[in-house]
C-alpha cells in the first residue's frame, strides 16, 4: 500500500495495520505531516500543526507496540482538534487572531478521552471566529477550502476538520456541532459527520453555556469510523448536566448489525424558509428511493419551523457574548450579532419558546423512526462569496443556508450526514438523517445499510492524490 493510499485508509483500518505491527505510529504519522505541509497551504484546514508533539507521541507509542498487545481502539491513529477545544499546551484561538498566544493549561474533556483512545493529535483545525459561521474564513487566517473545488467552501465551523478529512490530512477528526456545524462540513466534503444526541458526550470539565445545543462528535471517511470514535468520546462525567446511559451494545456494532425496517419520513423544503435547491433535492429523493428500495416504509411529510427560527437565533448568538471577547476585536457580523443581544430575560424567554417547539419536533417522532432531510438548502457557497453584503443580509442568508440542521440542536436529537454523489462542480452531495431522542444506533445501522449500498469510500479530491 502507498502513502497516499495509508492516508485515505478508515480509521480503524489503520488501527489494525499498527496492532498487526504492518506499519508503525512514526511512519503513519510522518505521511500524514508530510501531507499537511504540501497540501495545507492550499486548503488552510490546521490553524496549528503540533508536529513535534505528534512525532514525540508517535515515537513513544511505536516503541510501546513492542513491549504490549495491550492496546486501547485507536492507538497510533492521527486525528485533529478542532481549534474551539482546548489542549494542553497548545495555542487555542477560538477562530481569532487575538487569541493567539492564548495557551490552555489543560485538555478538554473530550480530548482527554481522545488521547485516552490512543490517538495521536497532528494539530488544531481551523474554524469560523467563535465557531459562529457556516464557512471558514476568520480574519488574519486563510480561508479554509474545500478539497473538492479550492474555489468553495468546507463549510463551517468545523471546515477545517472536514477539509483535513477529505485531503487525507488526518485519518479521522473532532468537530462540534451548535447549528449543523459537524453536518454541514461533512456534508460539502463529502464525509460521514454524526451530531450525537444531548448528554451523549460531556462537556467537562467545564460544562456548556448554550442550554444544550452544541455537541462535539465525529467527522470521518465511514459510517464505521464515526461510530467507533463516538463509542470513545462518549460517556457521563460527574457533574454533566445533561447524561445518557452507554450505548448497548456499542455504536461500532451497531454500524455492523442491519437495521430493521424503519418508518421513515422525508422532506425536501423547510417552512418558512422554503424549498431546498435542485441539488440538494435531488440527493434527498435519491436516497429515498434507496430506502425503499431496501424495504423501508417510506412517507412524504412538510416541516414547519415558524416558531423556531427567532428563539433558535437568540440562544445561538448568546454564545458571542458569553464568550467575553471585545466587540472591537471581532468580525462585523459578530460585532453585528452581539449588538442585537438581548436582556437575559429575552433570553430564557427564547429558551423556553425553543423548548415548546423542539417538544413539537420530538412528538413528530411518535409515528416515524428517521426523518430524512437536506443537509443544507442549497449547494455551498464560493469562499468569499457573502463578503460584500451587509452583516444583516449576511445572517439572513446563513439562515437560509442552514435551514435544516438547527432543529435537531433545538431538540437534543441525534443526526447524521452521509455523501450521496456529486454535483455539476464536482462537489459531494449529502443528505442528513434525523433519528428518535438518544437513538444514534438506529441512524447508525441504517446510515451503514446506505453506504453499502452506495459506496463513498473510494472516492478522492483530484487535489489530494
Known sequence: MNETDLAFTPALELAKLIRRRELSPLELV?????????????????????????????????????????????????????????????????????????????????VSLIKQAGFIILGK???????????????????????????????????????????GLCAIAQGSDGGGSI?????????????????????????ERLAGIAVNGPIARTVADAAAMLDTI??????????????????????????????VAFTTGIAPL?????????????????????????AEMSLDLS?????????????????????????????????????????????????IVARQIVALFNNIDVLVLPVYLHSPIRVGEWAALSPEDTFQQIVNWIAPCPPANATGQPAIAIPVGFDSHGLPMSVQLLGKPAAEA???SLAAQLEAANPWIQHRPNLAT
Not at 488552510?44 to 507509542?61: E, H, N, P, Q, R
Not at 456534508?187 to 470539565?205: D, Q, T
Not at 437575559?344 to 423556553?352: D, K, R
Open 307 to 355: 416558531a423556531l427560527v427567532e428563539p433558535f437565533q437568540i440562544v445561538w448568538q448568546s454564545g458571542i457574548t458569553a464568550s467575553g471577547l471585545p466587540a472591537e476585536i471581532l468580525q462585523p457580523l459578530n460585532r453585528w450579532l452581539l449588538a442585537q443581544t438581548g436582556s437575559v430575560g429575552e433570553y430564557i424567554q427564547a429558551i423556553y419558546s425553543m423548548q
Open 183 to 207: 453536518r454541514g462540513p461533512a456534508a460539502c466534503c463529502g464525509l460521514v459527520g454524526i451530531k450525537p444526541a444531548r448528554g451523549r458526550v460531556s462537556k467537562a470539565p467545564v460544562g
Open 274 to 298: 422554503g424549498e431546498a435547491d435542485a441539488t440538494c433535492k435531488q440527493a434527498v429523493l435519491q436516497t429515498v428511493q434507496l430506502l425503499e428500495q431496501l424495504g423501508h416504509q417510506v
Open 30 to 110: 510522518e505521511i500524514y505531516l508530510n501531507r499537511i505541509q504540501q497540501l495545507n497551504p492550499k486548503l488552510g484546514s490546521y490553524f496549528t500543526v503540533t508536529a513535534d508533539l505528534a512525532i514525540a507521541d508517535a515515537t513513544a507509542k511505536t516503541e510501546l507496540i513492542t513491549q504490549t498487545s495491550e492496546l486501547p481502539p485507536f492507538f497510533g491513529v492521527p486525528i485533529s482538534i478542532k481549534d474551539l477545544n482546548p489542549v494542553a499546551g497548545v495555542p487555542c484561538t477560538y477562530g481569532s487572531p487575538a487569541l493567539l498566544n492564548n495557551i490552555p493549561e489543560f485538555d478538554d474533556g473530550v
Open 234 to 263: 462518549s460517556g457521563y462525567v460527574t457533574g454533566d448536566p445533561y447524561w445518557l446511559p452507554d450505548p448497548e451494545p456499542s455504536f461500532l456494532t451497531a454500524a455492523t448489525t442491519q437495521p430493521k425496517k424503519l418508518r
Open 442 to 444: 438506529t441512524l447508525i
Open 125 to 167: 483545525t481551523a474554524t469560523s471566529e467563535l465557531g459562529s459561521f457556516p464557512y471558514t474564513e476568520p480574519t488574519g487566517f486563510p480561508p479554509a477550502r474545500n478539497p473538492w473545488n479550492l474555489e468553495y467552501t468546507p463549510g463551517g465551523s468545523s471546515g477545517g476538520a472536514a477539509a483535513a478529512v477529505a485531503a
